[in-house]
T-cell receptor, first 113, second 109 residues
Framework: GAGVSQSPRYKVAKRGQDVALRCDPISGHVSLFWYQQALGQGPEFLTYFQNEAQLDKSGLPSDRFFAERPEGSVSTLKIQRTQQEDSAVYLC???????????FGPGTRLLVL | GQNIDQPTEMTATEGAIVQINCTYQTSGFNGLFWYQQHAGEAPTFLSYNVLDGLEEKGRFSSFLSRSKGYSYLLLKELQMKDSASYLCAVNSWSYKLIFGSGTRLLVRP
């Protein structure tokens, strides 16, 4: 079956530009997560949705980062006024309700110049 | 604080056995995961331990000791395709995964 998909796979942005990263979770997965993975590091939690409700955004690094999931399926992570330190791979994961295992998408590799 | 430690790199020979250790100190614990990640690809689920003991799944096994804050991933009959990063992650507060920095495993012929 289809896994988690993300687009674009690669994004090059100029410093100060706004970007939007998309995540399509596995069908039926109500839980959705965003992680940020720096080169050579493990993923770090950014935010968590259950259906359309954003239940935890404690990992978002600044108010330039914003995530939404208006209809409880597709989610968008938006980064405003990108900075060089935002360069990373942004991973999306989803899981079934009451299931602990999170399934990851391939990520969007963001490079801010 | 939250801390998960695993070796940065390991090297092993094709056909051999390798054990990747992970120690953790977290404020919450609801299970421990191991993921495999090839360069430029998604982390893929390998194992989940919530109770103490050994879980075996084909060539891969994972062990957990909650009292010691310790886990290991055991890979048997190593194949070249096993060259990847292996991520240890603790599930805290029922949903949030806290990851270690990953262990890069290089399998040599």
């Amino acid at each position: 079956g289809a896994g988690v998909s993300q687009s674009p796979r690669y994004k090059v942005a100029k410093r100060g530009q706004d970007v939007a990263l998309r995540c399509d979770p596995i069908s039926g997965h109500v839980s959705l997560f965003w992680y940020q993975q720096a080169l050579g590091q493990g993923p770090e939690f950014l935010t968590y949705f259950q259906n359309e409700a954003q239940l935890d955004k404690s990992g978002l690094p600044s108010d330039r980062f914003f995530a939404e999931r208006p209809e409880g399926s597709v989610s968008t992570l938006k980064i405003q006024r990108t900075q060089q330190e935002d360069s990373a791979v942004y991973l999306c994961a989803s899981s079934l309700p009451r299931q602990e295992t999170q399934y990851f998408g391939p990520g969007t590799r963001l490079l801010v110049l | 604080g939250q801390n998960i430690d695993q070796p940065t790199e390991m090297t092993a020979t094709e056909g051999a056995i390798v054990q990747i250790n992970c120690t953790y100190q977290t404020s919450g614990f609801n299970g421990l995961f191991w993921y495999q990640q090839h360069a430029g690809e998604a982390p893929t689920f390998l194992s989940y331990n919530v109770l103490d003991g050994l879980e075996e799944k084909g060539r891969f096994s994972s062990f957990l000791s909650r009292s010691k804050g310790y886990s290991y991933l055991l890979l048997k009959e190593l194949q070249m395709k096993d060259s990847a990063s292996y991520l240890c992650a603790v599930n805290s507060w029922s949903y949030k995964l806290i990851f270690g920095s990953g262990t890069r495993l290089l399998v040599r012929p």
